[in-house]
Nanobody, 119 residues
Framework: QVQLVESGGGLVQAGGSLRLSCAVSGRIFSINAMGWYRQAPGKERELVAAITSGGSTNYADSVKGRFTISRDNAKNTVYLQMNSLKPDDTAVYYC?????????????WGQGTQVTVSS
């Protein structure tokens, strides 16, 4: 079983910054890709940013140049630094991890953390 625990969400004014963290634990041998998704009210969940085990990244067009994803493999943790936040960034942010356990490959989600950007 794999657990993902997110932290760092909150309320911020437009133009401000937040840093999200997601720690992965459980019976895993390795973590492959990790990512952040978000879901705003009435909208579908969308990919915000992803990072491979080798450090390659990709971003949604809407956040390029403002958000940075990174990971600390020693801590099994992925981060999302969010700068120049806009009201459109308001959503529940979910961490996702693709990991390899003793028996299979596992895709897991965190519980979500609310990010609210006021204008």
């Amino acid at each position: 079983q794999v657990q993902l625990v997110e932290s760092g969400g909150g309320l911020v004014q437009a133009g401000g910054s937040l840093r999200l963290s997601c720690a992965v634990s459980g019976r895993i041998f390795s973590i492959n890709a990790m990512g952040w998704y978000r879901q705003a009210p009435g909208k579908e969940r969308e990919l915000v940013a992803a990072i491979t085990s080798g450090g390659s990244t990709n971003y949604a067009d809407s956040v390029k140049g403002r958000f940075t994803i990174s990971r600390d493999n020693a801590k099994n943790t992925v981060y999302l630094q969010m700068n120049s936040l806009k009201p459109d960034d308001t959503a529940v942010y979910y961490c996702n991890a693709d990991s390899t356990g003793p028996y299979s490959r596992i895709n897991s989600w965190g519980q979500g953390t609310q990010v609210t950007v006021s204008s």
